[in-house]
């Protein structure tokens, strides 16, 4: 079965300061992965997606992640935060032909001024 | 395009008693699935409906049931409720054969169990 380990709890960053989120993950057969956003008292926002192609994905909001498949990583970065960057960051598989998303614990970044 | 929306926002129960939750599809997708999330934790895969039917579940009791109908939108369904069910139960909606079947969410149910 796959799973998802996110190797930070919690994160805290300086305002414009670089940040990165690890994830990795395990899993046997070829995988989509996600990484979802939720700030406080909301449902997950998606914020990209490797589906195939280029490893290197960007997102929404200045957020872009690299899959590398040798080690089972899909970090999240953004090269110069902001207050509103403050939330959970949940990194997220699917195996290709299967229904669920496995998530990880998630990781709480905190920006401070 | 309208979004994956959800009722209720807010929700408080008893132990032992049965809620349901609901949950439209955004625009345009036929699936939808279900998640729980407890306190501190990433969310839990429930189950998934697609075309009226279950079709897949995760590691949940048969007293956590479900429905789709023929508009795509959906229930869940929740017997004999205890105080572990109390969580944000999310919905995802997505479509078959598109995008990876990515899945989109909904703002979520908070439900408290006393």
């Known amino acids: 079965a796959q799973s998802v380990t996110q190797l930070d709890s919690q994160v805290p960053v300086f305002e414009e300061a670089p940040v990165e989120l690890r994830c990795n993950y395990s899993s046997s057969v070829s995988v989509y992965l996600f990484w979802y956003v939720q700030y406080p008292n909301q449902g997950l926002q998606l914020l990209l997606k490797?589906?195939?192609?280029?490893?290197l994905v960007k997102g929404i909001n200045g957020f872009e992640a690299e899959f590398n498949k040798s080690q089972t990583s899909f970090h999240l970065r953004k090269p110069s935060v902001h207050i509103s960057d403050t939330a959970e960051y949940f990194c997220?598989?699917?195996?290709?032909?299967?229904?669920?998303?496995?998530f990880g614990q998630g990781t709480r970044l905190t920006i401070n001024p | 395009e309208t979004g994956v929306t959800q009722s209720p926002t807010h929700l408080i129960k008893t132990r032992g008693q049965q809620v349901t939750l609901r949950c439209s599809s955004q625009s345009g997708h036929n699936t939808v699935s279900w998640y729980q999330q407890a306190l501190g934790q990433g969310p839990q895969f429930i189950f998934q409906y697609y075309r009226e039917e279950e079709n897949g579940r995760g590691n949940f009791p048969p007293r956590f049931s479900g429905l789709q109908f023929p508009n795509y939108s959906s229930e869940l369904n929740v017997n004999a409720l205890e105080l572990d069910d109390s969580a944000l139960y999310l919905c995802?909606?997505?479509?078959?054969?598109?995008?990876?079947?990515?899945?989109?969410f909904g703002p979520g149910t908070r439900l408290l169990v006393l």
């Open positions: 490797y589906l195939s192609g280029s490893t």
């Open positions: 997220a598989v699917r195996i290709q032909g299967a229904q669920k998303l496995v």
């Open positions: 995802a909606s997505s479509s078959r054969g598109q995008g990876g079947q990515t899945q989109y």
